[in-house]
């Protein structure tokens, strides 16, 4: 059995930053590639970024220069580093998880997710 925890989210104002955990309970954590999601409402589930064990990234280009992913292997832990926030990135954000190295980027692509987590960013 697979879990995810995020935590970190929040209130921040426009320009702001937040940093977001996934901590995973994963019998082998380096085997996995991990991905951060976003969706707010009405819309569809988005990719934001993701890492694999090897410290391979990938990002949306909304997010490109402003959000940071890493990972620590040691810790079972995924993050997101958000700066420069803005109001359009208010959503609820997902942590994901699958077996593999590949930097996958559709959310049918991840095996295990998380319950998520609310960033909201005020103007």
């Known amino acids: 059995q697979v879990t995810l925890v995020e935590s970190g989210g929040g209130l921040t104002q426009a320009g702001g930053s937040l940093s977001l955990s996934c901590a995973a309970a994963l019998r082998t954590f380096s085997s996995y590639a991990m991905g951060w999601f976003r969706q707010a409402p009405g819309k569809e589930r988005e990719f934001v970024a993701a890492i694999n064990w090897r410290g391979s990234t990938s990002y949306a280009d909304s997010v490109k220069g402003r959000f940071t992913i890493s990972g620590d292997n040691a810790k079972n832990t995924a993050y997101l580093q958000m700066n420069n926030l803005k109001p359009e990135d208010t959503a609820i954000y997902y942590c994901?998880?699958?077996?593999?190295?590949?930097?996958?980027?559709?959310?049918?692509?991840?095996?295990?997710w998380g319950q998520g987590t609310q960033v909201t960013v005020s103007s």
């Open positions: 994901a998880a699958r077996m593999s190295g590949v930097l996958f980027t559709l959310p049918s692509q991840y095996s295990y």
